[in-house]
């Protein structure tokens, strides 16, 4: 089955701890990106990697950091820095930049 | 600190009538275009896409019209079935090789 993972589905954390959540894809994709999703609001770019090794701020960066050591393998953690954690994030692919997008089921944070 | 994102604009329809949903894209190099559903807790799923040699395409209940002159990008749904409840998305690449940017939704709620 190929597509794209993110795991856990559902995270709790206590504040000011650091916690990472896992994408995975296989299919092959070369892009990978990172959006928060706050109720009721539309989608905001955190980070994306167009490349392994490579990745490039979106626009709300801040209290987060990403990696890319493996193609297949995008990982996103929040950081103590970040002051309002608590959202729905989604992960996403794509075969490269400026082609549909592909993306995961999403994980719910909540950090109390 | 971040900013608060408006709440999402709804539209409440029948079950069997047509629904039509409106996106105005900002950047007139967009040559990429895509409609997403989103159901709730789920990532989004791709429906259509166009292309901007295109002004119409057609899908399965779907289509997707492209205004270039006045950036305006529209989903008409045929008759609406309760399964078509759910968030709705455009996104755009911005240019060829850029990576894409979503609009801020819009909630569609089929009535019985």
């Known amino acids: 089955d190929g597509g794209i993972t993110q795991s856990p589905k559902y995270l709790f954390r206590k504040e000011g701890q650091n916690v990472t959540l896992s994408c995975e894809q296989n299919l092959n994709h070369d892009a990978m990106y990172w959006y928060r999703q706050d109720p009721g609001q539309g989608l905001r770019l955190i980070y994306y990697s167009q490349i392994v090794n490579d990745f490039q701020k979106g626009d709300i960066a801040e209290g987060y950091s990403v990696s890319r050591e493996k193609k297949e393998s995008f990982p996103l953690t929040v950081t103590s820095a970040q002051k309002n954690p608590t959202a729905f994030y989604l992960c996403a692919s794509s075969i490269r930049e400026s082609t549909e997008a592909f993306f995961g089921q999403g994980t719910r944070l909540t950090v109390v | 600190g971040e900013s608060v994102g408006l709440h999402l604009p709804t539209l409440s329809v029948q079950e069997g009538d047509n629904s039509i949903i409106n996106c105005a894209y900002s950047n007139s190099a967009s040559d990429y275009f895509i409609w997403y559903k989103q159901e709730s807790g789920k990532g989004p799923q791709f429906i259509i896409d166009?292309?901007?040699?295109?002004d119409k395409r057609q899908g399965q209940r779907v289509t997707v019209l492209l205004n270039k002159t006045v950036k305006h990008l529209s989903l008409q749904i045929a008759a609406t079935q309760p399964g078509d409840s759910a968030v709705y998305f455009c996104?755009?690449?911005?240019?060829?090789?850029?990576?894409?940017?979503f609009g801020g939704g819009t909630r569609v709620l089929v009535k019985p």
């Open positions: 996104a755009e690449n911005g240019a060829a090789g850029n990576k894409l940017t």
């Open positions: 166009i292309r901007s040699n295109m």
